[in-house]
């Protein structure tokens, strides 16, 4: 069989599965997680990167905490570090879920 290079473009069809790839850097938050949801309603900053960063590193946060609309994920510039953003978490009081209905 010939081996298939970068340079081989031509459409064909395979039928196979994609390789499942286990993600095994959202772990490092597990502690963290643990903390801020015992803390309820209160915003901690859990990461500091560069800005572009940490966009990537927040939508794979989001997207393990998806299951429960009480976690919100953003990202914000770090004052007086250029170039820096950091990524906060909260995990929502009741009250705040009554105010977002």
């Known amino acids: ?16 599965a994609p390789v499942v790839r286990r993600n095994v850097q959202p772990s490092m938050y597990d502690e963290i997680i643990t ?13 500091v ?9 927040a939508g794979s946060l989001r997207k393990r905490l998806e299951d429960d609309e009480r976690w919100e994920v953003t990202i ?6 250029d170039g820096l953003g950091g990524i906060y978490l909260r995990y929502r009081s009741d009250e705040q879920m009554k105010a977002k209905r």
């Open 35 to 47: 903390q801020v949801k015992g803390n309820p309603g209160r915003w901690a900053r859990i990461r």
């Open 1 to 16: 069989m010939p081996r298939r290079t970068i340079e081989n473009t031509d459409p064909e069809l395979v039928w196979e």
């Open 76 to 81: 914000a510039r770090i004052e007086d570090q």
């Open 49 to 57: 990167l560069k800005y572009s960063s940490a966009h990537s590193a």
